[in-house]
């Protein structure tokens, strides 16, 4: 019984120590190039974070977001925003595929409701065991 007791409050001391994420902020284009991003992402869907020009919009289908987080438990801090920004990217690469958007625009970083908008990097919260990435984009379809 007290080793269970012991694991149970070890296990929620490490939890709340990620609560305290700290807000880092890495380039877009060091992301895109690790994890093979550019190629898993491919081009059925074009990307275009807030202040970069876009071709013209023919048509809004939805503002969206989407949330991920990922294991940095020994990780550095890079590696693994790197990491949870591919699958954020990915995420908003589904939704897009799934609402008939070719395109994101204004593709913002949004953790915790709290929008950083720049053409050139994206927020990520490190914490002890967590990192996470948040974006918010408007799903479009541009023409071809």
């Known amino acids: 019984m007290k080793k269970t007791l012991f694991a149970a409050t070890l296990l929620a001391a490490s939890f709340s120590a990620g609560a305290a994420d700290t ?6 284009a060091g992301a895109m190039a690790a994890n093979n991003a550019q190629s898993r992402l491919g081009d059925s869907v074009k990307f275009y974070f807030a202040g970069q020009p ?8 939805i503002t969206d977001k ?5 294991n940095s438990f020994g990780k550095p801090a890079e590696t693994a925003c790197n990491w949870v920004f591919l699958s954020a990217m990915l995420a908003l ?3 897009a595929q799934d609402v ?7 593709i913002v970083s949004n953790f915790n409701n709290v929008e ?3 053409a050139t990097e994206f927020e990520c919260a490190e914490g002890a065991i967590m990192a996470g990435v948040a974006l918010k984009g408007d799903f479009v379809k541009i023409a071809p």
Do not use: W
Not at 23 to 28: D, G, H, N, Q, V
């Open 54 to 61: 876009t071709p013209p919009v023919t048509s809004t289908v």
């Open 66 to 70: 989407t949330s991920q987080r990922t």
């Open 23 to 28: 807000m880092l902020k890495f380039p877009i």
């Open 93 to 95: 690469q589904k939704r």
């Open 100 to 106: 008939g958007a070719n395109a994101v625009v204004n």
């Open 116 to 118: 950083m908008a720049s």
